[in-house]
């Protein structure tokens, strides 16, 4: 998968959040499709105030919630597999989905605009399938 296959949107692929080509050392753990532990060091290759897109050589599936360690905060959040898409070395790329937004994860200095609050009178986005509420920040 090319960034320009990545950042090409679909009706039926709307993006909650803008995607940024961003390199972040990671590791995901729990355990894989058969039962054996999952414990895999690897980095992002792109992110979003809902997840990420990564390579991940252990096999998992759709729907499969994981944890993901951000190796350099040690910050740790739960994710769910939302695409699963074969890399060109074999391993697949796979997408992920917080189980709750979490914009602040990535440390992002300027994040998009979409990472943001939206003004208390302007009307909220919510991520309607996961029935989530929009990502705020602490101020």
């Known amino acids: 998968m090319t960034v320009t296959e990545i950042q090409d949107k679909t009706e039926n692929d709307q993006r909650r959040s803008q995607r940024i080509v961003l390199s972040v050392g990671v590791t995901v753990q729990g355990a894989c499709a058969d039962g054996w532990p999952?414990?895999?060091?690897?980095?992002?290759?792109v992110v979003n105030a809902h997840g990420a897109l990564l390579?991940?050589?252990s096999p998992v599936t759709l729907g499969q919630v994981?944890?993901?360690?951000?190796?350099?905060?040690?910050?740790q959040?739960?994710?769910r597999v939302a695409r699963i898409e074969r890399g060109s070395c074999g391993n697949a790329?796979?997408?992920?989905?917080?189980?709750?937004?979490?914009?602040?994860f990535w440390r992002i200095t300027?994040?998009?605009?979409?990472?943001?609050p939206a003004e208390p009178d302007a009307p909220h986005v919510a991520a309607p399938q996961l029935g989530l509420a929009p990502v705020e920040q602490a101020a």
């Open 66 to 75: 994981l944890s993901i360690r951000h190796n350099k905060t040690d910050e």
């Open 38 to 45: 999952i414990h895999e060091v690897t980095r992002t290759l």
């Open 93 to 104: 790329h796979i997408g992920i989905e917080f189980l709750e937004p979490s914009a602040r």
């Open 77 to 79: 959040l739960h994710f």
């Open 55 to 57: 390579p991940l050589e």
């Open 110 to 116: 300027f994040p998009p605009m979409d990472w943001r």
